[in-house]
């Protein structure tokens, strides 16, 4: 049994979370971070940075091992593993992966990144619709900030605009796209953020269980949270936080000690059982 099939059949209690990496952009101790969600065996890989294709080999996985796939944005700790795949899909099973992506994002992560090395194998130009099939999640109307959502396999996706570049634009309106996740409305994942209290409020983590939060080791915190940032955030959500992202000085921080729940680890299994559920 690899480590998928440890994560599917863990996943079988209720909704499962494994990061396949935690490191930040510039982390050589952890991979980049990136997010296996699994629910009743149907599986979500969640970023495929640079370092994401080894990670997953050394582990007796497959980069096509999943059922679907999303991108949080652009930058090559999350997207740099991502040519590999829709290459592979292509030429070796001759099949279309499914992704989860909006059309906004799908022009940007197309025109601004994949294309320079996906639009030329072939005589003719391929379209990113050649390489994947899109599942397109619907704008979630009425909402503070940008939202979509979408349910696969029964499980609930909503999709948040974060403030994550340029460093120093301070609404998501203005920021490039960058997006977290809320799963099941139980768990967030904020993906890349910067420090914005106003998203706890927005995405309304009041009802949330456990948040996935990205975190920066040093100050200021000019595109990521910064841990001294964090740490100024209530007690009771910072009872909820798993700090992901992080750089290679871990050891000398002790984020329990905060009241955070820790440092989340790579291929650690997180399940929320369906019976806890209200
Ligand atoms: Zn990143
Ligand atoms: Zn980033």
């Not at 996935?212 to 100024?232: I, N, R, W």
Request: aromatic fraction near 12%; charged fraction near 25%.
């Amino acid at each position: 049994m690899n480590k998928l099939d440890e994560i599917k059949e863990a996943s079988k209690q209720g909704l499962t979370f494994c990061f396949a990496g935690v490191g930040s952009a510039f982390a050589k101790k952890n991979d980049q971070t990136s997010l296996i969600i699994a629910k009743d065996g149907t599986t979500i890989l969640v970023d495929i940075g640079t370092t994401i294709p080894q990670a997953m080999t050394r582990r007796g996985i497959k980069l096509t091992d999943f059922d679907y796939y999303h991108i949080t944005h652009s930058h090559a700790d999350h997207i740099g593993g991502l040519e590999e795949l829709l290459l592979t899909y292509r030429y070796f099973l001759k099949q279309k992966p499914n992704f989860i992506i909006t059309s906004a994002y799908q022009d940007i992560l197309w025109e601004k990144s994949l294309k320079g090395g996906c639009e030329y194998n072939e005589a003719g130009l391929l379209r990113f619709s050649d390489l994947m099939t899109p599942c397109r999640p619907e704008w979630f109307k009425s909402q503070p900030r940008e939202i979509y959502q979408i349910e696969v396999a029964g499980i609930h996706l909503q999709i948040f605009r974060t403030i994550h570049i340029p460093g120093h634009v301070t609404q998501w309106d203005q920021a490039f796209w960058s997006t977290g996740l809320v799963v099941d409305r139980r768990v967030l994942f904020s993906a890349d953020t910067r420090f914005d209290p106003q998203m706890f409020e927005d995405m309304d983590t009041s009802s949330i269980e456990t948040i996935f939060h990205d975190c920066q080791l040093f100050g200021p915190g000019t595109v990521h949270a910064s841990y001294e940032e964090l740490k100024t955030l209530p007690k009771a959500l910072r009872k909820k936080i798993w700090l992901t992202h992080y750089g290679d000085n871990y050891d000398q921080f002790v984020p329990e000690k905060d009241g955070f729940q820790g440092f989340t680890k790579a291929w650690e299994l997180f399940t929320w059982p369906e019976t806890a559920k209200k």
